[in-house]
């Protein structure tokens, strides 16, 4: 009987070991500070497109901000090559308009390369009459 606990806390604790390795990882995050409040921007759309060889652009993904104004999960890192040009564009209009908000900018497009698996990560800083934009890591 005294064998059964540690059996019991063993086999949890591969099943926890399992799920860990089976989590997905992506190669490209984002995240939105508002500086005019001093807080994240949560609820807003975000658009992940791709340029195609033929110039267009290709819509792959579309997610909206968490509470800590972050998306954590463009791209699965899956094997597959993620290596071109992508944009992604924050609509920003609707969440100041939340707020009784004038805004500039209905929009922001924001245009990089990835070259290579290493991850990418995106973050804006945000106001109502500007941006900054930079890669993170």
């Known amino acids: 009987m005294r064998l ?3 059996i019991a806390a063993l086999l949890g604790l591969l099943a926890v070991f399992s799920l860990q390795g089976q989590q997905k990882t992506y190669q490209l ?6 500086i005019h409040t001093g ?3 949560p609820e807003v759309v975000i658009s992940l497109s791709k340029l195609t060889p033929q110039g267009e652009w290709e819509l792959l993904d579309e997610k909206t901000t968490d509470g800590n104004g972050r998306v954590k999960d463009f791209l699965e890192q899956d094997g597959s090559d993620h290596t071109g040009v992508y944009k992604l564009t924050y609509h920003v209009g609707p ?3 939340k707020q009784g908000q004038d805004s ?4 922001i497009e924001v245009v990089f390369r990835i070259s290579g698996s290493s991850h ?3 973050p ?3 106001s109502p009459y500007g941006y900054s934009t930079y890669r993170g890591n």
């Open 95 to 97: 969440y100041f308009e």
């Open 4 to 6: 059964k606990w540690p």
């Open 124 to 126: 804006i800083t945000l």
């Open 39 to 41: 807080q994240p921007a």
């Open 120 to 122: 990418y990560h995106v």
């Open 29 to 34: 995050s984002s995240h939105i500070l508002d």
């Open 104 to 107: 500039f900018y209905p929009f």
